[in-house]
């Protein structure tokens, strides 16, 4: 065993039975390398990553490699979920020198940390142009010994050119009808038309650009907006990229189709995901995305739920495919010999016909990616449910893919934000339940007494990391949620608590521009910064959401300000790269459209009350907050001032400093929150 056992990650121990030496990312380790006057190997990755398990079985599990590394380096082995502010600051180092990116990530740094060589997978022999990895390995230590004032002038320059990096945050003004126009202008552009998304392969769900798509429909009536989000959405549902037996997506498509995946499961992707399907059906009323939206929150808490309440953070991609190899895919694919094993030979023939499964195979060595394909005909829709009951149950007998158990705060916030809402609009008490558990777990584990975020933790054990901005504005954004479904303003308080410290440790008092770490974090050789929304929302849009919706629940004026001056970014990057900031894009579109303030009060073991309060979630105004209580209640903010109106229930919607009457009538209510601009 080696230093890694003590750690909390999971990646980390799957690799403290290697015979390389490893530390983890510290202090210590930047001090050996020193007092050794060795160079330092980073390594980067994640426990669901194909290519970081590869490189760890050819490689860090080999002997003579280990020995080599061990005589020669420092090694220090980093879980990016763990550590993601360390994973931004040298990626950025990687795709500046190579053009290119990914995981896993290997560099080369001076004991000052200042990286000099870069790359990602090696393999254990030269391949395909690719030097082997002990041929790099001896060709940095050669460099180290031999030409040590070049590798130091390298890491120097390197080093200043990432300091010196400045971003164009454009102005302080927030994005305007021009600006957000522009951008669906640019989305309809890179539209693939035939077969829903962006862009060629590989297919990334793009859950933030839908949101946006969804709220500028709401806000401007646009059916072209509306459009590319039903068909994405559509196509994604029906594709190999959805798991059709058990619900949930995985982490992309390997093809422009959607029918081949990257099979790994991301709880981030799944809450988001959850989120966008349910908001669709708020939208369209669609049954698929009713479907979609309720299996995908059924497997976050049947797949996903942990013992102490929270969301584990991925499965992986790989497992045993019943002969003793690890091969990616292995758990959810299926020849027609496999369906005839478990339905027999006439439901067989209806599953291959349904999803899409062939003898030639749309996968590897004849197998297919279960799917469902647009055909001609009707199904009988208790036969299909019959058989994917058993295939299900059938699957559930094979090896399962290994779960990262690490609970990963930001990741957590987006779950709870998803199983909250989608709960309250369907009607499933206890996916909020599930929602409110991974709060409790939040506040309990990974809030100190001064409201400080971890990071992480792990069966019940905090991690030793420092929250970074996505945390503390994801976490704020499950509870904001939490406080529109439930009507408690504990949620509220906790929200507040969080965007202080985004307010205070995360902001640039001069421009309003966002930092990832905060001011009293680890200094690295940069301090990140990135605005730009990829496989999650950027903390910075986040941050934005959050901060805009705060202020509306409570009138907070500093969080009105800063969203604004955050949303500035928004202006800038918008028109340019919308496919990038999806994510910002929405929160423009709440700020442009408010966003309303909607008080219900009310008893609430009342009817009335229960129809306005459904009403007024179901309302499809951007980012639009609720605040739901009984007459004179001091629960939220929102509630301050709100009588009933001749003795019943009423609603009141407000939005730019300006109230409209109130009302106690549904259909009313519902036309007030229907999103149009009046």
Known sequence: MNRLAHETSPYLLQHADNPVDWWPWSAEAFDEARRSNRPVLLSVGYSSCHWCHVMAHESFEDDATAAYLNDHFVSVKVDREERPDVDAVYMEAVQAATGQGGWPMTVFLTPDAEPFYFGTYFPPEPRHGMASFRQVLEGVAAAWTDRRDEVSEVAGKITRDLAEREMSFGDSQVPGEEELAAALLGLTRDYDAARGGFGGAPKFPPSMVIEFLLRHHARTGSEGALQMAVDTCERMARGGLYDQLGGGFARYSVDREWVIPHFEKMLYDNALLCRVYAHLWRSTGSELARRVALETADFLVRELRTDEGGFASALDADSEDGTGRHVEGAYYVWTPAQLREVLGDADAELAAQHFGVTEEGTFEEGASVLQLPQQEGVFDAEKVASVRERLLAARAGRPAPGRDDKVVAAWNGLAVAA????????????????????????????????????????????????????????????????????????????????????????????????????????????????????????????????????????????????????????????????????????????????????????????????????????????????????????????????????????????????????????????????????
Request: glycine fraction near 10%; hydrophobic fraction near 45%; include cysteine.
């Open 419 to 678: 199983l909250a809402e989608t709960g309250a609009y369907f009607d499933r008490p206890d996916l909020v339940e599930a929602a409110i558990g991974a709060a409790d777990l939040l506040v309990r584990l990974h809030m100190d007494d001064r409201a400080r975020l971890a990071r992480t933790s792990k069966d019940g054990r905090v991690g030793a990391h420092a929250g970074v901005l996505e945390d503390y504005a994801d976490v704020a954004e499950g509870f904001l949620a939490l406080t529109s479904v439930t009507g408690e303003g504990v949620w509220l308080e906790f929200a507040g608590f969080l965007l202080d410290h985004v307010l205070a440790q995360f902001t640039d008092d001069e421009s309003g521009a966002l930092y990832d770490t905060a001011a009293d974090a680890e200094r690295l050789i940069r301090r990140p910064q990135d605005p730009t929304d990829n496989a999650t929302p950027s903390g910075w849009s986040a941050a934005a959401g959050a901060l805009l919706s705060y202020a509306a629940q409570t009138g907070a004026e500093p969080h009105r300000t800063a969203a604004e001056r955050a949303l500035g970014v928004v202006k800038a990057l918008g028109p340019r790269a919308p496919r990038f900031i999806g994510w910002g894009l929405a929160v423009a579109e709440a700020l442009l459209d408010g966003p309303r303030e909607v008080a219900v009060v009310g008893e609430g073991s009342d009817p009335a009350t229960t129809a306005l309060r459904r009403t007024a979630l179901l309302g499809t105004a951007p980012g639009a907050v609720l605040a739901v209580g009984a007459p004179e209640s001091d629960e939220l903010p929102l509630l301050s001032g709100r009588p009933l109106v001749d003795g019943k229930p009423a609603a009141y919607v407000c939005r730019n400093f300006a109230c409209d009457a109130p009302t106690t009538d549904p259909d009313r209510l519902r036309t007030a929150l229907n999103g149009r601009k009046t």
